[in-house]
């Protein structure tokens, strides 16, 4: 087949201790899904999850042991991090049940949120959507897939982030207001989920602002770590 130009390069995430590779079809990201955060945010309560979706390519993957570049981006001057469970799907399927959903999980990997609060703020204030504060180019480091069976513990795990070695964000997934199992079933209910699809499942309490010269390292217990830095 003939292109007009060349097609974009397949996005993937290297896989821990082996040589093939993850490769990526959708990025959806859950709102608002740890209380502590909810309520810095200014909201209460166990609502309904919502959620958005980042484009492939806004991906940074940061292999096992580098640290990334993460140019900061433009029209922002409050530029937040959020730290994340990364949920890489392994099989595909539409109206999902809870009980069945860990069957379609292949592994997890550690991911950052990047926001571009004020953009976001000003979009949900004019009732707009506020793609242009999430999506943009570089707004999801990522770090290599950890396959299920060799993250088991992951579900109950400290995620933490420091910025130039100072603790920002700590606390555990076990504090998802909707677990892995859940989101799944919901998000499968709107989409159908495909092999490669990463559900990024929320940040805790602590997002703030970083500027350029920051390092930011990201865990979760079980995982290799997320280095990166914002040139």
């Known amino acids: 087949m003939d292109y007009l130009f060349p097609p ?19 990025v959806y990201c859950v709102g608002r899904n740890y209380e502590d955060h909810a309520k810095e945010m200014g909201f209460t309560g166990r609502e309904p999850p919502f959620f958005f979706l980042k484009p492939a390519d806004a991906l940074l993957v940061v292999p096992e042991g580098e640290t990334g570049s993460m140019a900061y981006p433009t029209l922002t001057q409050d530029l937040h991090h959020e730290i994340e ?25 550690i991911g950052l949120d990047m926001t571009r609060r004020d953009l976001q703020s000003d979009m949900k204030k004019q009732g707009r959507p506020w793609c242009i504060g999430k999506a943009f180019e570089q707004s999801a480091p990522v770090g290599p897939v950890t396959p299920m069976a060799e993250a088991q513990r992951v ?43 990463l559900i990024f499942t929320g940040t805790p309490e602590g997002v703030s602002a970083v500027s350029r010269g920051d390092t930011l390292v990201g865990r979760v217990a079980g995982l290799p770590s997320l280095r990166v830095q914002i040139v």
Not at 8 to 26: M, Q, Y
Not at 162 to 173: I, K, L, Y
């Open 155 to 197: 579900l109950s795990a400290e995620i933490a982030l420091s910025v130039n070695g100072a603790d920002r964000q700590r606390s555990t997934t076990a504090k998802l207001i909707w677990d892995v199992a859940e989101t799944i079933a919901h998000l499968s209910n709107a989409w159908t989920l495909q092999p490669g699809d």
């Open 8 to 26: 974009p390069a397949v996005v993937s995430l290297p896989i821990t201790a082996r040589p093939d590779r993850f490769p990526v079809h959708r």
């Open 85 to 109: 469970l990364v949920v890489a799907i392994g099989k595909g399927g539409n109206s999902i049940r809870p009980e069945r959903a860990m069957e379609h999980v292949w592994g997890y990997a």
